[in-house]
């Protein structure tokens, strides 16, 4: 049996209904004991805040996300002041968050949240899937921390918890089969509260105690409980199917020098020559593909043959 089979088993469903309470109860325990107090938590920012807080969170750790985060709300604390910024600010400002893309997508969410809802982001799921940039994940987070609605929040880390804790395996990773997603609603709690604080619980117990290759289990809240630990921890860590890409020499760190160059420019200067990029990164052929790239992605503008910049 694994997570990508097509549906629960019988026995799975009334075993996972034998469980589900007791794991509730310790769960929300140990989340009010142990959860990280970051900004966009506990109702102390609007749900354009929280959205925000997740389209950073995607691909990059939540603690590196906080800093950056604050600036960003400082200077933009809504969707339409987002709007009407300078792109070459935004791209700024979005700093070593990584894939810079996410930063022009939030923009563009930013104008059709501003003019189609009147600086108010839509208050139900399907509208909130439809803003640019915008997937399931965002949009179940948005419904979820933001709305306090009863709905499944479906992430990497919520995929592994369950997956180990009621199922026993490990979860396979890539796009969420039928299983994850029948188990992720079935434990949902029913009271729309205990769902909210259900789905950051295990999202943060993912985050902070049953990672991917070194689960934290004697320290783990479900540790009498879990399906996985009692198993022995078969197959721990070995199924996931995406190797985390290397970095170093990759395209992506080039476009990252690029970007970085441009960031650090002083005052008064918007204009890195190609030269200088040479001097950061010699391999010419790659260099040229990243800055067309950049350019291709709306990232840079390309001026005086070779030289970058922002966009103005
Ligand atoms: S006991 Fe270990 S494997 Fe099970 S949920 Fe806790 S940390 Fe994860």
Redesign the pocket.
Known sequence: MTTKARSLTTQQEHDIDLMRAAVERDLALWWHQNARDLPWRFGRTSPWGVLVSEVMSQQTQMSRVVGYWEAWMNKWPDATALAKAPTAEVIAAWGRLGYPRRALRLQECAGVVSEQYHDQLPHDYESLVALPGIGDYTASAVMSFAFGERVAVIDTNIR??LG??FLGVESLGGSTSPVERTLAWRVLPEAAAQSVVWNQGVME?GAL???AKQ???DS????SM????AAG?PGLGERRTRPRQRFQGTNRQVRGIILQSLRDLPDGQSVVTYDKLRELWPDRAQLDLCIDSLEHDGLVEIVDGHAVRLPQ
């Open positions: 592994r918890v180990r804790a117990l105690v049953c990672t689960p934290g289990c783990c809240p479900l540790r879990c399906v996985f630990l921890r």
